[in-house]
């Protein structure tokens, strides 16, 4: 089905920048799916995300053979998907437990990160991502290797977290560290802007790019519930200049500037996830933008 060439140990970009820790990163993905209420935590990436992901692909008027899900190990996207569009997945995983939707398309598993996919050029019909992109350090490295995979005239499809995504949180935080410890550290990931994504996959060698951003806001009992959440996502912080741990008079004043600040008339607090939504093809002589309904 699939033809592997790279292994793990080859790169992608010789001269990439380490922001983030990629095995804490593994490490804390394994433990969120490891977790008996791993379920609950991804309302917004199955409810959310997967669902318009999966009404995009819907109005694709075409049949994709072979489909490789970069959604890190759970693929709720096929619930979402027709075998009348998508006949076959392979999905990508970083646990050995890896917890994926049966469904009625035949899905397989290949041990695969993102920074270096072990396929063949022209492989695919179909690469999907799902909130895992945001975590990639060579960003541009990444997005060639997927149009590289791409079969000519194959289609790339992916959503991630990006723009002012947790301004809620990020300024909370900044102020309650500046007030107890007289400076404030890094705690909530830096994130990919709508205009450096759509230069970055031009730059891969995509064409008839759309980009799009949807601002999903959740409201939480408080601030350590928005904190459990992100952890049981699986998207706590892994910058490798993040600090170790946050310290109790900080969380407090955290939690009471950021109900002071943002809080609902209700109590609640909202948290702002700007999500970035994309789509390239993979250059063809007979393209023609007529895909779309």
């Known amino acids: 089905i699939i033809n592997i060439s790279r292994t793990k140990g080859s790169t992608s970009s010789s001269c990439s920048m380490n922001v983030f820790d990629r095995q804490m990163k593994r490490n804390q993905k394994i433990w969120s799916q490891n977790q008996k209420n791993f379920q609950q935590y991804n309302y917004l990436r199955q409810e959310e995300v997967c669902a318009s992901a999966g009404d995009s692909i819907s109005c694709v008027c075409r049949t994709f053979p072979l489909t490789l899900d970069l ?3 759970t693929s709720f996207i096929t619930e979402h ?20 939707t049966h469904s009625e398309i035949p899905t397989m598993c290949v041990s695969a990160d993102e920074e270096f996919l072990p396929f063949k050029e022209n492989s695919f019909d179909l690469v999907l991502s799902s909130m895992t992109m945001h975590w990639i350090n060579d960003l541009p490295g990444a997005l060639r290797q997927v149009c590289s995979v791409l079969k000519p ?5 992916g959503a991630m977290v990006g723009g002012d995504s947790l301004f809620e949180l990020r300024c909370s935080l900044q102020l309650s560290e500046c007030e107890r410890e007289g400076g404030f550290s890094p705690h909530v990931s830096p994130f990919t802007s709508v205009n450096d994504v759509g230069n970055l996959m031009s730059s891969a060698g995509f064409n008839l790019l759309t980009v799009d951003v949807d601002d999903v806001r959740v409201n939480y009992p408080g601030f350590m519930e928005l904190m459990m959440d992100l952890q049981g996502m699986g998207e706590s912080n892994c910058a490798l200049n993040r600090r170790s741990m946050l310290h109790r008079d900080s969380m407090l004043a955290t939690a009471a500037i950021y109900k002071e600040l943002y809080g609902n008339d209700d109590g609640s607090i909202p948290a702002t996830f700007n999500i970035l939504f994309m789509i390239g093809w993979k250059p063809h002589a007979s393209q023609v933008n007529t895909y779309y309904l």
Do not use: E, I, W
């Open 81 to 100: 998907l027709s075998k009348d569009v998508v006949q076959r997945v392979v999905l990508t995983n970083v646990s050995p437990h890896t917890k994926y």
């Open 153 to 157: 005239d194959g289609v790339f499809l």
């Open 71 to 73: 959604s890190g190990s």
